[in-house]
């Protein structure tokens, strides 16, 4: 399993243009394409805390600033905190049967902080009451915050009716009589008081400049600091509000909630990825990774690697499906690339326009979907449509040039049984010996000649690529109209590297 | 299961303001922002941290971010993006690719409704309820001076220096190196603890004699620093003291941190400057400095005697005070503005993009006209 932490050798090119490693990729079962993180939509999918494993709503969590209520973190090492508990006499010391008084305090088991030192008084529950500490400014900002939003408000009004009143003329019956509104509350005996909307907003006070400054207290001139009562930088970001400069100013802070993370196709709005709701779990409900959809590449054995005569590499081929395959080598094609993403950029506009006429012909229903049924209400778009990300140019280049086979192979579907199985192994298959060179179960290994360009140099890294055709089953057609599975030619860009000549 | 909100609650914005070194992040309507981290972010392919303002290209600019805003959505804010309103707070001298790349990112990438920007030396006055003042916004990568005279920003009048967190940290490695500790090549964050923790700004009378070849000053207790576990660097009192003095070390052009206020007061109208004088107004990390803002007094003073500044006809100058740690100042001024219906009023929304595919610029006039919020206080106190 090298490419889990080693360098990437073997690289498909995702539909986007990005190069990425097979389990790092995606494939869409409904548009049959590859996808990967850069061209997907991240969504939240749910909210939890991850040391106490609760869910919590979004709701709730937006109340609850996105933190813990329950768990609280070391203000000094960000490590999650523990309550211990002290005992401090009895409840009753008149009955000598009375329990022990129990109190709690905080502590860290990484650094020793604890929430003594910083004098906060043991509490007489273990889950609470932690003193929070309040913005010493926030009457004052919310005075003002009250007064912009009145001014603003009252801004806006007076924009929509200057509208209206444009608009709107010889509609009013006071208009057309020539009475204005004042005149006629005059007249029916009203006294004459603007309209409270129209009433100006209360302006905050502004706050006052001093000539007085903060001085620089003495004691920096003479007094020696021991740096470990001094805060860092990350211990005072820790606390926005407050940002303490000594540790004795250090409270402990609540636990920031985490999310599981749903992926969206933005082409067909389906799930692509999709996890179980319970945190504990590290399952999916949905989970269309391309390594159970496309078939696994990997580099056995290089030959030398020599400029001037051809190069033997041997790359085996695992089919991870439950369907027989057929594999066909064909020439990378970089342009073709490129002229697929120079047109997408030509209709790029047009695109855009169509999106928009889009929304607004419909501004919540959903957009039509084209073909089957959706699997699942939960993966239904719930919004607009999503905008597509635009292909790249693959930046990739190769210095090396791959003589491409005459012949196709057959790669056998994945049978779990077989892997213990030795008995079994010749599927009659007819192969031409001059590219497969062993295969046993599910899997093939071919031998490929590769030719290193002119000009390269001893020392620079060969990269090679081929466009692998291999026929995809859909089964999910055949699940909703009850016809046949689908068979298609999948093809995907497969970028080795073979390592420094 | 995906929870929907419901149609009724207020939809809140998230409030950003990426800076060269951190990156303020929160909600509008609150009074803090709710992160405050390093505008960073990790390539997956190298492995290694990369700030964002050290971009190689506009696409690897484009990547950097879009890794950056999945961070701020989904580690921080917890909320999907698509359909929702953002706010970002920027300094009026951001690079254009930046604030372009930043947009196309949150647009076609993250599908946002609608991107409310507003100029970080404007808003941070929201919190003081002023319209009028100069604002002196001391950050990392650089200083930068605009007035902002009845709710509009004077931009012509601008001043920006490299004197910021950068420079003192280039500074303090600059001084250990005069030292026979033999700290060589610290690391950028060693050298932004020290400054954090160790250094001060000291006063104009200590600084002068610090100046001098010899004196008989007596020097600040040094500091043991432990490094990297077991070494320990002693951080001399010299240096603790004179690693902000690259902030009033007048350059080959006689500009440092103080003649670049009085410069901007120069340019204008004559009866604008006392107003500013009295109305100094400091934002950004590096202000909060201990001594900061008592030797900017002094120094700005003792300019006043110099020729080029006697025609201010300034006598003395006035400081407010935030309610709010200057490092977040701007964002402040950000989570109140978007809390307003000027959210509503002023953004720019996703349709409008998708048309102009650019976002409004805030040097033309006509773009600014959308950012008079102040100048709005300003009439309705009229
Ligand atoms: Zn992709
Ligand atoms: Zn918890
Ligand atoms: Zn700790
Ligand atoms: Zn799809």
Known sequence: MSYITGPEYVRYACTCGLLKSLPNLYFCRHCSQLRCGFCVCPEVDSIFCGKCSENIPSAEAKVKKNKCANCLICPSCQQDLSTRIASKGVVNPDDSKSPAKKTYYLSCYFCGWNSRDVGIPDQTSPTGGWPERENVHSNRLQELLDSYKQIMLSQKQQKENDKKKKFGKFVSYTDRTGITASALRKRIGIPDIPHAMLRKPKLPESSTATTEVEELPDKFFTQEIDLLEVTTIEQRLLQPESQPVTVDKLFPAHKQLSIKKSLRCRHCERNVSKPEYNPNSIKFKIQLFAYYHIPEVRLVKVGDLKRGQPCEIIIKFTNPTQHQTTITILNLDLAEQERYVEEQQMMDISENLEVLSLQFKQPTSLPSLPGSQPSSLLSLPPRQPHLTIKSRKIKQTVNSTVEIPQSVFILPPRDDAAEYDDSNDTHNIEDDSNLVIWRKSNKVCIKLLVNIHEGETIGEEVFCGFTMDHVYTNIIAANFENKQPQKLNHKVRIFLNLGKM | ?382
């Open chain 2, 1 to 382: 299961m995906p929870i929907y909100e419901p149609l009724t609650s207020e939809k809140v914005a998230v409030v950003l303001d990426i800076g060269s070194a951190f990156t303020k992040f929160g909600f509008t309507s609150e009074f803090a922002p709710r992160n405050i981290i390093r505008s960073q972010v990790r390539c997956k392919n190298t492995n290694t941290i990369r700030r964002l303002y050290d971009f190689q290209s506009a696409e690897d600019l484009y990547d950097l971010l879009v890794e950056f805003i999945h961070t701020i959505f989904f580690k921080y804010a917890l909320i999907s993006p698509k359909d929702r309103p953002v706010v970002i707070v920027e300094s009026l001298l951001c690079p254009t690719l930046f604030r372009e790349s930043l947009a196309k990112v949150l647009f076609l990438q993250y599908e946002v409704s609608s991107i409310l920007v507003l100029p970080s030396h404007l808003v941070c006055l929201a919190s003081l309820a002023v319209d009028t003042a100069l604002v002196v916004d001391v950050g990392y990568k650089e200083a930068v001076v605009i007035p902002v005279g009845f709710g509009l920003p004077i931009v012509q009048t601008w001043q920006a220096l490299p004197l910021g967190g950068e420079a003192i940290h280039k500074n303090i490695q600059v001084l250990f190196n005069n030292t026979s500790t033999g700290a060589q090549n610290l690391s950028e964050e060693v050298l932004e603890d020290i400054k954090v923790r160790c250094c001060f700004v000291t006063k104009k009378s200590r600084a002068d004699q610090l100046a001098l070849p010899r004196s008989d000053l007596i020097p600040v207790p040094d500091i043991k620093y432990s490094h990297r576990g077991s070494q320990t660097l002693t951080v001399n009192g010299k240096i603790r003291e004179k690693a902000f003095e690259i902030l009033y070390e007048e350059d080959n052009d006689h500009f440092c941190l103080s003649t670049m206020i009085l410069d901007a007061m120069l340019l204008v109208d004559r009866d604008l400057r006392n107003i500013l004088a009295e109305n100094l107004v400091l934002t950004g990390g590096t202000c909060m400095t201990p001594g900061f803002k008592a030797r900017l007094k002094e120094e700005l003073l003792k300019q006043l005697s110099n020729d080029r500044y006697r025609k201010l006809n300034v006598k003395q100058f006035k400081f407010h005070s935030m309610p709010c740690k200057e490092n977040y100042a701007s964002w402040l001024g950000g989570a109140l503005y978007g809390a307003t219906e000027f959210l509503g009023m002023k953004s720019v929304t996703k349709e409008f993009y998708l048309k102009e595919k650019h976002l409004p610029d805030w040097i033309n006039l006509k773009d600014v006209e959308s950012a008079r919020f102040g100048s709005d206080v300003t009439s309705a106190r009229a």
